[in-house]
């Protein structure tokens, strides 16, 4: 989830059955959320490729591309580091890890 600044609660406020609700975290069907999300994912992909990772991204799939088995779970190891470490949880029901041909 991408946190909301405080002061642009406000902006993100909806009503239902009587009761007022804001959200604290970028709600999915907001239209600007895939840009939002898509810009912070290039700032940690330019890291890792930096780092010699090869990687694509589309939105919040993520391709690592290596030469052999060993380099890809490296790379992937790394990868899922550097995003844990800047706050993003993964899916490990939705996520392939394992390297495939």
Not at 5 to 33: N, T, V, W
Not at 75 to 81: A, G, P
């Amino acid at each position: 989830h991408i946190p909301i600044q405080l002061s642009h609660y406000k902006f993100l406020r909806f009503c239902y059955d009587g009761r007022h609700y804001e959200y604290i975290a970028m709600p999915f069907g907001l239209s600007s959320a895939p840009r939002a999300f898509t810009k912070i994912l290039a700032a940690l992909t330019t890291h890792l490729r930096h780092i010699l990772i090869r990687i694509q991204c589309y939105l919040d799939d993520i391709l690592i591309l290596s030469s052999s088995l060993d380099q890809a779970c490296s790379n992937t190891k790394v990868t899922l580091q550097v995003l844990k470490a800047h706050g993003f949880s993964i899916n490990l029901k939705k996520s392939q890890l394992t390297p495939s041909t």
